[in-house]
């Protein structure tokens, strides 16, 4: 009797467990499938087999265009954050005042509603003139990646021997030298793995690109943003099956990242 | 011990000119970028099958005549223009704008004279001439509905309102302008007794379809784009897109009863430094052929230049906003009595919105 | 001179500083100081006036977009915590192919582009879309049903991306769980649900106040979603912010409803940090 029962919870569980993951990753069953369906209207299953969204956005100026805006402002803003917060990580390991608070005040713009920051910077570039261009994405994009290289990297640098280092001076080489040759290798991995996320980041940032992105400097978040509440273009399906490969590449890399052992 | 000293200040001195390059080096591309940028003329329009007409039909002539680069930018909202004019950063030459939005302009002080030294005038009609704008084509928004999707068909605003004999969900822009007249027409006033509006009685009517709008359209593009997939049955919607979209074979039609007419305007905010050149375009932009090559072939607006009609045709002409009869069925909007309570309208509006 | 300022750099917190400066001048000049210029415009027009906060409390409509911005993100951590809570729990007692194939299910639904997955639910609800189009089909309904553009189709999307920071802390701890002692209490006498009750539960319960801060606070400052997936009624404090800054123009305003957000955001963080630790948001970012 208990045993039907303790099966019949099991079954309950399992059922339970896949319709919510069913839930999460709705997107990956709706619109892979209707990718694959003609450019011309939304219907679930598409009516033919077709590949015309693919080529569609494949020969789409505008489209590419916004990939790559995005592609560069995310390189940037990556390579930058992490270098800010390779130093900064390294900072803190030495005895530095209101650590406490410095620490809080680099995880921030985490916590910032990203509308307000949107905001403010948006006002504050503009003075610069540097809204709607790559700079002033990258800048922007930076400051909101850093908190993650941050926590990343620190993770990785708690792990670390710092007898290590020690030794490495003792024996006669430079701070430069004891950084380039003992400390960074052992970070590799903690900052390759921040480094991707802040890329993965940057590239898919749609708030503060609605207000930094316009015409020149068009991320592609800011213009699928456009088409999707202004006018649903028919590649829409083709494109999010793209990004949605490109996240699971990305996963299997910081999959592969996280198993490499030393 | 030399060494040491050496290594750590060249580690400080490249962090430091690191820093510095970072921070400048941004400056140093836009100054750049702005630099070389007389060879273009920026240009923020509607979007959309409008713009592709005025793609179609000025700019690409234009740069096939000048040799000048045409860019161009959509979303030509006031909130950006009086942005950029009070920055002494003007991005947009020409901006197409909407009557009430040049008036608001014009109060706000954001826009150039129209240098009628460069821009003549002679055949425009009237209504079209202002000091700090010109009509480029006059428009309809009008009531509109996808054919398939209703069985009678709706002969006017009232009939909007109606969801017993013309059920399904509706769409309307997402502002107040144009909207508080078609409830006061719904409601029963005479269309051309419609000024100074009841703005309590208005909204009292909104209210009353308020809760069968699927969605508020913002754009051109989206009104055409929901009417089309069946999201909603009936909508407002400005005729030359849906002129567009019937000839693309999709079946909508438009009423013309209680619809509004209004200008579009060429502009030029204030302190652009190619403002020679936008008042170059606009002439070009008012030629007779090439306004009747727009709206006669591409977008069935009504050109401002009178002589572009000798160059339509006498069936599409029957299309057009300024064809007697369709001009009899309309109101004209009095974007003069809007632009004094925009600001507190649109308030109100996303209050009532939200309530 | 040489050897003092060599003394002065070698000292490990002159280290430390200079190490620091970088980021620390990015951060303030392209964060803090934006920020701080907000709150500057908030209270200065130009001269010192608190009418943009008067006016937040005394005008009904902001009123009621902040009570709207508190009842969807309520609604959404609740929904959250429902679904989110036995998910985790499942998680924790699933053999290891299962398992990974729900965190992985987790982790990618994080990957994925907000975007992305908010569109996939507009493809889901729109009138004759998926599921209008299935309830129809199968005679369940027999006119469109209204999925899309109201507080059903916005908490759907929120809670789906939001379910993750609901789920991630709780199987953290319940993983962490001796799985010993709900076995103890069954040896003595007590039935499953009663081990689970009162001994499981109480101890998973520090990863149910992360879950539901972490959910709470993020939903608050929500923009994207409501804006793409709300009706009329779903204007969120962040919409409204929106609003000011591109429609009304209203900067002063904007500011400082963007100071009253922050601070509410600030409040909840710190009781967060109090009852379970801001260190506990870098165990889920790695």
Redesign the interface.
């Known amino acids: 009797m208990m045993e039907a029962d303790a099966k019949k919870l099991h079954a309950i569980e399992i059922i339970f467990g896949i319709l919510v993951s069913i839930y999460l990753i709705a997107p990956i069953f709706v619109l892979v499938p209707m990718s694959f369906g003609p450019a011309r209207f939304f219907s679930f299953p598409p009516p033919e087999f077709s590949v015309e969204q693919y080529i569609k956005f494949f020969h789409s100026g505008p489209w590419w265009r916004a990939i790559r805006i995005s592609f560069e402002v995310a390189v940037l803003a990556s390579f930058f954050a992490t270098v800010l917060g390779i130093l900064t990580c390294l900072a803190m390991r030495y005895k530095i005042p209101a650590k406490g608070f410095l620490n809080a005040m680099f995880i921030s713009p985490m916590i910032v509603p990203l509308i307000i920051t949107a905001v403010a910077l948006y006002s504050f570039l503009s003075k610069f003139h540097l809204v709607d261009t790559v700079p002033g994405l990258v800048l922007a994009h930076t400051i909101l990646t850093l908190p993650f290289v941050i926590i990343t990297v620190s993770a990785t640098l708690k792990g670390l021997d710092p007898s290590l280092e020690h030794a490495a001076a003792t024996l006669g080489a430079s701070p430069m030298k004891v950084f380039f040759k003992v400390t960074l290798p052992l970070i590799k991995r903690g900052a390759i793995t921040g480094a991707v996320f802040a890329y993965m980041i940057s590239f898919d940032e749609t708030v503060v690109a609605i207000f930094l992105s316009s015409s020149h400097a068009i991320t592609l978040p800011k213009k699928m943003w456009d088409s999707i509440r202004f006018s649903i273009e028919p590649i829409l399906p083709a494109l999010s099956t793209i990004l949605i490969l490109f996240a699971i590449l990305m996963l299997v890399l910081l999959e592969v990242l996280s198993r490499k052992r030393k | 011990m030399g ?3 050496i ?2 200040r ?3 001195k490249g ?1 430091a000119a ?2 510095a390059a ?2 400048v ?3 140093i ?2 100054r750049k ?2 630099a070389a940028s007389n060879k273009k003329l920026v240009i923020c329009s509607y ?2 099958s409008y713009q592709a007409s005025q793609r179609k039909a000025f700019f690409e002539p234009f740069e096939k005549a000048t040799g000048i680069k045409v ?4 979303g030509p ?3 950006k223009i ?2 950029q004019v009070t ?1 002494g ?1 003007v ?1 947009w030459d020409v901006v197409d704008i909407e009557s009430r939005i040049m008036y608001t302009a014009i109060t706000e002080n954001l826009l150039e004279p129209i240098d009628t030294n460069i821009v003549k005038l002679n055949t425009i009609v009237k209504p079209a001439i202002h000091k700090y704008g010109i009509g480029n084509i006059a428009f309809t928004t009008a009531l509109t509905y996808n054919k398939k999707q209703l069985k009678k068909a709706p002969k006017g605003w009232a009939d909007f309102w109606d969801v017993k004999n013309f059920p ?2 509706r769409s309307l822009q997402d502002h107040a302008p144009f909207n508080l007249e078609f409830a006061l027409i719904a409601d029963g006033v005479n269309k051309d007794k419609l000024y100074p509006l009841d703005i309590d009685r208005a909204f009292k009517k909104m209210s009353q379809i ?1 809760g069968n ?4 359209w ?2 051109g ?2 009104s055409i ?1 929901q009417l089309t ?3 909603v049955v009936m909508s407002s919607a400005w005729n030359g897109r849906v002129n567009v979209a019937q000839s693309k074979g999709v079946p909508l039609e438009i009423v013309w009863d209680g619809a509004a007419y209004d200008w579009d305007l060429w502009a030029v905010p204030k302190g652009t430094p190619r403002k020679e050149l936008a008042m170059k375009f606009i002439q070009f932009a008012l030629d007779a052929k090439r306004q009747a090559y727009q709206c006669g072939k591409l977008i069935a607006y009504g050109p401002s230049n009178k002589l572009a009609y000798n160059y339509i045709e006498k069936a599409r002409q029957k299309q057009l906003p300024t064809y007697p009869d369709n001009l009899a069925k309309q109101f004209s909007f009095n974007s003069k009595w809007w632009q004094p309570r925009l ?1 507190k309208l ?2 109100k509006w ?2 009532w ?3 | 001179m040489d050897k003092r300022l060599k003394n002065i750099l070698m000292h490990p917190t002159a280290k430390g500083m200079l190490l620091l400066t970088p980021a620390l001048v990015a951060l303030t000049v392209f964060f803090v100081i934006p920020i701080l210029r907000m709150f500057h415009l908030s209270l200065f027009d130009p001269h010192f006036t608190i009418k943009y906060y008067i006016a937040f409390f005394q005008r009904p409509v902001y009123m009621r977009v902040m009570w709207i911005t508190v009842k969807i993100s309520l609604i959404v951590t609740a929904v959250c915590l429902l679904v989110g809570y036995p998910f985790a729990f499942i998680l924790s007692r699933a053999g290891e192919k299962l398992s990974k194939v729900f965190l992985v299910c987790i982790v990618l639904s994080m990957c994925i582009s907000l975007l992305v997955r908010n569109f996939s639910w507009i493809i889901i609800l729109q009138r004759s879309g998926i599921v209008d189009s299935f309830l129809m089909k199968m005679g369940i309904t027999h006119h469109h049903v209204r999925l899309l553009h109201n507080l059903f189709s916005v908490v759907l999307g929120m809670a789906e991306i939001l379910l993750p920071y609901m789920i991630l802390p709780i199987f953290s701890v319940l993983k962490s769980i001796d799985p010993n002692l709900p076995k103890a209490a069954q040896t003595m006498g007590a039935r499953p649900a009663q081990a689970f009750w009162w001994v499981t539960f109480p101890l998973s319960l520090p990863g149910v106040y992360a879950g539901f801060l972490l959910v709470f606070i993020m939903s608050l400052g929500y923009f994207i979603t409501p804006a793409l997936l709300g009706g009329s009624r779903e204007m969120m404090i962040s919409n409204m912010i929106a609003f000011q800054v591109q429609t009304v123009l209203n900067w002063h305003f904007a500011a400082s409803l963007s100071m009253i957000l922050l601070v509410a955001t600030l409040v909840f963080y710190t009781i967060f940090n109090r009852v379970v630790g801001l260190e506990k948001l870098e165990d889920l970012g790695v």
């Open positions: 060494k040491k000293k290594s750590r060249e580690f400080l962090t690191a820093t970072a921070a080096g941004p400056h591309f836009v970028a702005t979007g959309g860019v161009e930018a959509t909202d006031l909130a009086k942005a920055s950063n991005e399904g969900p308020k709008i699927d969605a508020w913002e754009s593009a989206q784009q997939s069946g999201a600001n649109n308030e996303a209050a919105k939200i309530s």
